[in-house]
């Protein structure tokens, strides 16, 4: 974990765990830095064969697979960098992993803050631990169970929580209403399947959640910019193309042979 110097204004490591234990924190200084300089979240799933960070020397020593680092925020200031990497297995963490942990580190980011710049802890800083594990358990339901009929009122009765109150809590956590993250959630699997799967577009609206079709083409188009039918014609076509040429292909060859054996046939029969 890296926290911001307030003097230098440079990320300086004040934690580490190296699980290979050798006890020497291995990391990528370049993508530490580009996440301080953006602002956003680095998600990656082969760091050292990805052509983005083939230029980063960090990435290539360390043969660097999965990555993960975070920004710290405070008051919309970035106070540091959680930083995970895993150089021996590729797609450990994902986008849904990153936005959990971003969650977690903004509602912790005060106490980190002091934790690393001060001898004493403020005791007068309210302790919000409890509300970061039911955020993170909410996440987590939702990640699992986003395609059935979920909703804040829901929710809330799960979690034993008030509805007003969990949508107040979630919100600040995750920077979305709730309807809003389960869209989206609903929205990112129903494209996957739009540009992996040749399912009907009805089918895939009710697969992940939606009560009609009507609903899901809107939010879609909210969301993506496209109508479900124009994103799959965008991209699935893409991964048909290789099948139409072979087709188009063996279509011309049989032809070809049709036609040569028709002129053989007619030499035949005027020979006689």
Avoid: W
């Amino acid at each position: 974990m890296f926290i911001i110097d307030r003097e230098s204004g440079m990320p300086v490591l004040r934690a580490s765990k190296d699980i290979a234990g050798n006890g020497l924190p291995e990391y990528s200084r370049n993508i530490v830095d580009e996440v301080v300089s953006s602002g956003k979240s680095i998600v990656i799933s082969s760091a050292s064969s990805d052509s983005s960070f083939k230029s980063h020397r960090s990435v290539l020593l360390a043969e660097l697979k999965s990555v993960m680092c975070i920004p710290i925020r405070f008051s919309s200031r970035i106070t540091g960098v959680y930083y995970l990497d895993n150089p021996l297995t590729t797609g450990v963490f994902s986008e849904d992993d990153a936005r959990l942990l971003d969650a977690l580190l903004m509602r912790a980011s005060k106490h980190l803050q002091t934790m690393f710049e001060s001898p004493h802890m403020d005791s007068q800083a309210p302790h919000s631990a409890p509300q970061e594990v039911k955020i993170a358990q909410i996440i987590q339901y939702i990640a699992e169970n986003y395609s059935s009929d979920i909703s804040r009122e829901s929710l809330a009765e799960e979690f034993g929580l008030n509805p007003d109150y969990l949508g107040k809590i979630f919100k600040a956590a995750t920077g979305k209403k709730i309807g809003e993250y389960i869209n989206e959630r609903r929205i990112k699997n129903a494209a996957e399947k739009l540009s992996s799967t040749d399912a009907l577009i009805i089918d895939i609206a009710y697969s992940t959640g939606f009560e009609s079709l009507r609903t899901f083409n809107r939010a879609f188009k909210k969301e993506i910019g496209l109508s479900p039918t124009e994103y799959r014609e965008k991209f699935f076509k893409k991964n048909k193309g290789t099948n139409i040429i072979i087709h188009c292909g063996f279509l011309v060859r049989t032809i070809h042979m049709q036609h040569r054996f028709i002129l053989y046939h007619l030499y035949v029969q005027s020979s006689f």
